[in-house]
């Protein structure tokens, strides 16, 4: 992704030095949310350097409830807007939740 390759390469590689990153997508998938289904996810590590969701619908029309929450710092993200993303590293520091989506379905990428 060039998003990937102008932005967050050099910041990362600037920020960690010695760390160089290939700032590629490898593994790209669609979450669907569902209450009486996958309604949340119980905290984990991504097995990615970075990770990026994408919010593909929106909260308070399609779903209620969902976000992010990480634990480590007791920081929840609820609801960026429909086709908005939220960034955070993967599998080293930010050890989080999905937060269960109470209605509707909800869908990130």
Not at 3 to 21: D, H, M, R, S
Not at 48 to 70: E, H, L, P, W
Request: net charge positive; proline share 6%; with cysteine.
């Amino acid at each position: 992704l060039k998003f990937l390759q102008e932005y967050i390469a050099p910041v990362t590689e600037k920020l960690y030095p010695g760390y160089y990153t290939k700032a590629q997508a490898i593994l790209n998938f669609m979450v669907r949310y569902r209450p009486n289904e996958q309604a949340f996810l119980r905290p984990h590590h991504d097995s990615s350097t970075f990770t990026i969701n994408v919010a593909m619908n929106r909260k308070g029309i399609d779903y209620q409830g969902g976000g992010c929450r990480f634990l480590r710092y007791d920081c929840k993200v609820e609801s960026p807007r429909k086709g908005w993303s939220l960034m955070h590293p993967g599998r080293l520091t930010h050890f989080h939740e999905g937060l269960p989506t109470t209605a509707g379905t909800r869908y990130i990428m």
